[in-house]
């Protein structure tokens, strides 16, 4: 099994900065890679997919990058309706995994 | 509009047995593949189990094989998931999820909670 682990745990930083956030796959994943969003009682959504392609009506301000192993998330100037929780996701051979989730939380 | 409502969770005790359902409306539903991903209290997410759109190809997670079974009706647009000797671990909001086509989880229902005690 794949396993996905972000970094950090914990972002803090000030609306209008720059947020980077890390996801590192035990194997290369290739591009096969999501990132989602989830605030406090509401359902994840999907931002990026295949690494680096926005999902239907995300901000250009998103974006991310790989492929392989590493990939990252990057928010170019935070919005105070961005601190959420984050997640990656991998998917190989019917098997699914999220990373543990980075909390983008303001400074 | 997609829509994904989930139904069927509820307080249960260990080692007794519980059906989620899922339904799909706003799209083709029998042209995609559906999940279910769970969140315990306070937790990330973990993938559940996933179908294929012709039911042909199943995936589990390792903490529910076995135990757990997945099932699609394309007639009634509908997805289940069986749960049978639910533990402690267990616990936790299901979410029915529709893949992009691509492995990925477009679309989200609000979940259901799924609680796990004696």
């Known amino acids: 099994e794949i396993v996905l682990t972000q970094s950090p745990a914990t972002l803090s930083l000030s609306p209008g900065e720059r947020a980077t956030l890390s996801c590192r796959a035990s194997?290369?994943?290739?591009?096969?890679l999501a990132w989602y969003q989830q605030k406090p009682g509401q359902a994840p959504r999907l931002l990026i997919y295949d690494a680096s392609n926005r999902a239907t009506g995300i901000p250009a301000r998103f974006s991310g990058s790989g492929p392989g192993t590493d990939f990252t998330l990057t928010i170019s100037s935070l919005e105070p309706e961005d601190f959420a929780v984050y997640y990656c996701q991998q998917r190989s051979n019917w098997v699914y995994t999220f990373g543990q989730g980075t909390k983008l939380e303001i400074k | 509009e997609v829509q994904l409502v989930e139904s069927g969770g509820g307080l249960v005790q260990p080692g007794r047995s519980l059906r989620l359902s899922c339904a799909a409306s706003?799209?083709?539903?029998?042209?995609?593949?559906m999940h279910w991903v769970r969140q315990a209290p306070g937790k990330g997410l973990e993938w559940v189990s996933g179908?294929?759109?012709?039911?042909?190809?199943?995936g589990y997670a390792d903490s529910v094989k076995g135990r757990f079974t997945i099932s699609r009706d394309n007639a009634k647009n509908s997805l289940y998931l069986q749960m049978n000797s639910l533990r402690a671990e267990d616990m936790a909001l299901y979410y029915c999820?529709?893949?992009?086509?691509?492995?990925?989880?477009?679309?989200w229902g609000q979940g259901t909670l799924v609680t796990v005690s004696s």
């Open positions: 194997q290369s994943v290739s591009s096969y």
């Open positions: 999820a529709k893949e992009s086509g691509e492995g990925y989880f477009d679309y």
């Open positions: 179908i294929s759109w012709n039911s042909n190809s199943i």
């Open positions: 706003g799209f083709t539903f029998d042209d995609y593949a």
